[in-house]
């Protein structure tokens, strides 16, 4: 399979409204989900981690407090962006209660 390319500044702007909930944090994009409790925010993390499995694209996860999740998504290979991760974003998003 071929590696993806590198996003330029402008296609990443432009990918973002794709995925309104997620920021352009230097080379990646990066979301903050907030659960009602600790189990869902487990259960949220498990589900995303199947999702990337399958994508074979793996986001940095931060589990912080007792209810908050935190994934950063990057293409850590190619040192940025690439549909990838905006993929990957996308697919997160549904995955949301």
């Known amino acids: 399979m071929p590696r993806p390319s ?6 990443v702007r432009e990918m973002l409204s794709s995925v ?7 080379a990646s994009l ?3 989900f907030t ?12 589900a995303v981690a199947i999702a990337a499995e ?4 793996h986001p ?12 950063t998504l990057s293409t850590h290979d190619r040192g ?6 905006f993929a990957l974003a996308s697919k997160i998003d549904t995955l949301q209660p």
Do not use: C, Y
């Not at 399958?54 to 694209?57: I, K, L, N, V």
């Open 30 to 32: 990066q979301r903050t």
């Open 20 to 26: 309104p909930h997620w920021e352009h944090v230097g």
């Open 6 to 11: 590198l996003l330029s500044e402008s296609q």
């Open 54 to 57: 399958a994508a074979d694209h």
């Open 60 to 71: 940095d996860i931060a589990i912080f407090g007792w209810n908050k999740v935190r994934l």
């Open 80 to 85: 940025g962006l690439t549909e990838l991760d």
């Open 35 to 46: 659960f009602p409790t600790f189990l869902h925010a487990m259960g949220f993390v498990n």
